[in-house]
Each structure stands twice: as C-alpha cells, then as structure tokens.
C-alpha cells in the first residue's frame, strides 16, 4: 500500500509539499522502493551547491534520510500498532565531490521487516542503524550515511 503511495508521482509530491517542504524545493525525487531497497536521487544545482563547487552536505543528507525512512515507513505505514519513528544519530563520510545527479540507496529492508517483527511482539522501543550511500552518475561512491532511527509502538 505504501509503495504505491510512493510510486505516484503527484500523491508523493504533494506529500513532500506539505510534510517535508526542502525536500520538495531541492528536488529529491524517489526512483524505487522495494520491501529489501529504496533508491532516491537528487540533483547538484544551484539551489543545492555549496561555495565549493559541490552539493551542500545537508541535501545529500536529505536525500540519504529519505532513502532510510522510506524503507522504514513502507513496514510501519497504517500498521497495528502504529510506531513512532525518530532518528536518534547520525554519521557521514564523503569521499569525493558530489556533483551532477547523486543516487542514495538503502538495502537494510530486511532488518527493519526483522524488527518490526520483534517490535510488534514487544512493547520496547527499539533502535536500528541503516546505511544509506551515495553515488555519482560516474558510479563513484560520493559519500554514505549512518543513520539511527529509534522505534516505537504507540500506545
């Protein structure tokens, strides 16, 4: 159900408009999402440069984030019960200048169907670290993203 959310195109931008409004501005755009992987790609362009020639480490971060929490969103969406979901830490590496059009994809979907799993027979909040990397339209890996999102069913 919420893959085909995701997958329409207007639904999902209206969802960025009103509910992540910079994503929607910087052009992060989601090219797939599967129960195992999410795929989100975003733009080097002037509203995401940084003084250096290269795209803002914020908006990588944007981009990395999403491909993180759609995987996530796609196993808690209208779920009984519904979870919470923050991220609790972050890390980033960057190993080259990120120019032209940049490819995050997380492929941690099966540890967050294992969690969620464990989540629902449990009433403890519990954390999990995704990695989300980056990569140029060369295929060079630009950067990757450590993040941790902490879980919990709501009661």
């Known amino acids: 159900m919420f893959k085909k959310l995701v997958a329409n195109s ?72 519904a979870f919470s979901m923050l991220i609790i830490k972050n890390e980033a590496e960057y190993y080259k200048k990120a120019v032209g059009k940049i490819t995050f994809t997380c492929e941690d979907g099966n540890k967050i169907k294992e969690l969620i799993n464990q989540l629902q027979k449990s009433n403890e909040g519990v954390s999990v670290e995704l990695i989300s990397n980056g990569f140029d339209e060369k295929g060079d890996k630009v950067s990757q993203f450590k993040f941790v999102w902490s879980l919990k069913a709501k009661t």
């Not at 797939?32 to 362009?45: A, G, M, N, P």
């Open 10 to 81: 207007f639904m999902f931008r209206l969802f960025l408009f009103s509910k992540l409004p910079m994503a929607y501005i910087a052009g992060v755009r989601v090219k797939s999402l599967t129960d195992e992987k999410s795929t989100v790609t975003i733009k080097y362009k002037w509203l995401t440069q940084n003084p250096f020639k290269s795209m803002y480490f914020a908006c990588q971060a944007m981009a990395a984030e999403m491909s993180t929490g759609l995987l996530v969103m796609n196993y808690t969406y209208k779920s009984e019960p």
